[in-house]
T-cell receptor, first 111, second 121 residues
Framework: QQPVQSPQAVILREGEDAVINCSSS?????VHWYRQKHGEAPVFLMI?????EQKGHEKISASFNEKKQQSSLYLTASQLSYSGTYFC????????????FGKGTSLLVTP | GAVVSQHPSWVICKSGTSVKIECRSL??????MFWYRQFPKQSLMLMAT?????????EQGVEKDKFLINHASLTLSTLTVTSAHPEDSSFYIC?????????????????FGDGTRLSIL
């Protein structure tokens, strides 16, 4: 039930864009996105609750395709501070809290 | 707000020792807290879900007698690793979730503590 994230890792130059995908084999009720920097706790980015929902925070946005059982995280004009590991957490039981986390996508933004 | 404090941040102890880790929500009430284990460069593996005033729900393969969880109040959950051995060495992270409101728009984010790095010699 662990969602599959792709790519596993990506290296960007500052200012470039990236897309991180999260796919589930089960129907999704919600998708949560977190970013974790090395040695630190994961930090909440956003939750998507409805199929087709899109959200954004500054230059980071996400979409949720309920039919395809997947979500994508879009990082636009990346900054050095975007470096870290991005995890998606999926709720496949409509419990509202029990999440399965993907293996993470490691993102490195270089000057 | 939504600050979660986890203590201690690093523990090194001898094999056979029991270690207690605390997870506190500082500025909100958390009816549900979660305990995760994370190996280097790996994902967050849910160990158990802790609900205030009731027994924790453990994930398959997690020994409840080995990893004792107590959620005595709406702001505190503790994880005790009993008789720890080197294979228990890991990064343990807790998260807390605000009380869930009813209805479909009820998902709340999880707010994570800074984690506890446990090393058993």
């Amino acid at each position: 039930q662990q969602p599959v994230q792709s790519p596993q890792a990506v290296i960007l130059r500052e200012g470039e864009d990236a897309v991180i995908n999260c796919s589930s084999s089960k129907a999704l009720y919600s998708v949560h996105w977190y970013r974790q920097k090395h040695g630190e706790a994961p930090v909440f980015l956003m939750i998507l609750l409805k199929g087709g929902e899109q959200k954004g925070h500054e230059k980071i946005s996400a979409s949720f395709n309920e039919k395809k059982q997947q979500s994508s995280l879009y990082l636009t004009a990346s900054q050095l501070s975007y470096s870290g590991t991005y995890f998606c957490g999926t709720d496949t039981t409509n419990s509202g809290y029990a999440l399965n986390f993907g293996k993470g996508t490691s993102l490195l933004v270089t000057p | 707000g939504a600050v979660v404090s986890q203590h201690p941040s690093w523990v090194i102890c001898k094999s056979g020792t029991s270690v207690k880790i605390e997870c506190r929500s500082l500025d909100f009430q958390a009816t549900t807290m979660f305990w995760y284990r994370q190996f280097p460069k790996q994902s967050l593996m849910l160990m158990a879900t802790s609900n205030e005033g009731s027994k924790a729900t453990y994930e398959q393969g997690v020994e409840k007698d080995k990893f004792l969880i107590n959620h005595a109040s709406l702001t505190l959950s503790t994880l005790t690793v009993t008789s720890a051995h080197p294979e228990d060495s890991s990064f343990y992270i807790c998260s807390a979730q605000r009380a869930r409101q009813s209805g479909p728009e009820s998902n709340q984010p999880q707010h994570f503590g800074d984690g506890t790095r446990l090393s058993i010699l």
